[in-house]
């Protein structure tokens, strides 16, 4: 974890404005917030070198590029050892129709993100995972409609306070 001593408000806003638009040129991330183009930079390779900023990804239109049925799927495991949860972890980051995995608090164990062709191969890769050895006593799915709040990044002004 980085240390939250370093971060100050204009690091805020550089994370502010990359986590929207992470193809802003140093220039205009410079011009923004009011800062010579060197001195954004470096500010930037800290926050990289701290792991404050991770990775830049591009989002892409599924809807617009292919047919798909997108799931949120509940998970129980049977046992709950240490061993059964990483087996569990290890497995998902192979399943290429799970685009996330969390680990979770409450009647579940796991929630998955599932984005396959169509519900018929979502029930097939479903099968394969109750089927397999990896412990799991019951899933529950929920097809997602429609996506009604894109993710616009996260409220860094609200969770830090400086």
Known sequence: MADISKINKIDLKILSILQTNARITNQQLAE?????????????????????????ITEIDLERLAPHVEAFTEVTLETHALIDFKRF?????????????????????????????????????????????????????????ERTKEFSGFPLDLLIDL
């Open 89 to 145: 972890d290890t497995a998902m980051a192979n399943v290429a129709e799970v685009t996330d995995s969390y680990k979770i608090s409450g009647a579940y164990d796991y929630l998955l993100k599932f984005v396959c062709t169509d519900v018929k191969s979502y029930n097939s890769v479903s099968e394969r995972l109750i089927t397999s050895d990896l412990g799991i006593a019951k899933m529950n799915t929920l097809i997602i409609l």
């Open 32 to 56: 923004q917030v009011h800062l010579s183009a060197s001195a954004c930079l470096s500010r930037v390779k800290r926050l990289e070198a701290d792991g404050v900023l991770k990775r830049y």
